[in-house]
């Protein structure tokens, strides 16, 4: 995930979370907000509940490979907060669970030349 697409500021975090209502699926509660803007940011939340630094940083890189691997659409923020559960999930459950939860968002984009 490049630097220009990730929130960093907690007074961005406490607007966003405080302006909108979660989506909640299994170990992830996901808040978005649509912008006008030529871009898209993603801000990751790993308390410290999850474990020791090692292991968030741990999961916020495979967070951030997952969310890689998709083709987003410009114009929107979203902050996603990771559940105690993510421990006992597989890097495969990880990524599986995550498209469930943002595909009802409608914010990535279409693929036609998918197999």
Excluded: W
């Excluded at 699926?25 to 649509?34: H, Q, R, S, V």
């Excluded at 495979?62 to 890689?68: A, G, W």
């Amino acid at each position: 995930m490049k630097k220009i697409n990730i929130i960093k500021e907690s007074k961005e975090f406490d607007r966003i979370i405080h302006n909108n209502k979660p989506i909640k699926y299994k170990d992830y509660i996901i808040y978005i907000e649509y912008i006008n803007d030529n871009n898209y940011h993603f801000g990751l939340s790993v308390g410290k509940k999850i474990g020791n630094a090692v292991t968030r940083n741990k999961v916020k890189r495979q967070l951030k490979s997952i969310i890689d691997k998709n083709i987003y659409k410009n114009g929107f923020n979203c902050i996603i907060i990771v559940g105690k559960g993510i421990l006992s999930k597989s890097y495969e459950d990880m990524n599986n669970n995550y498209n469930i939860a943002i595909k009802d968002l409608n914010i990535i984009k279409e693929d036609n030349n998918e197999k």
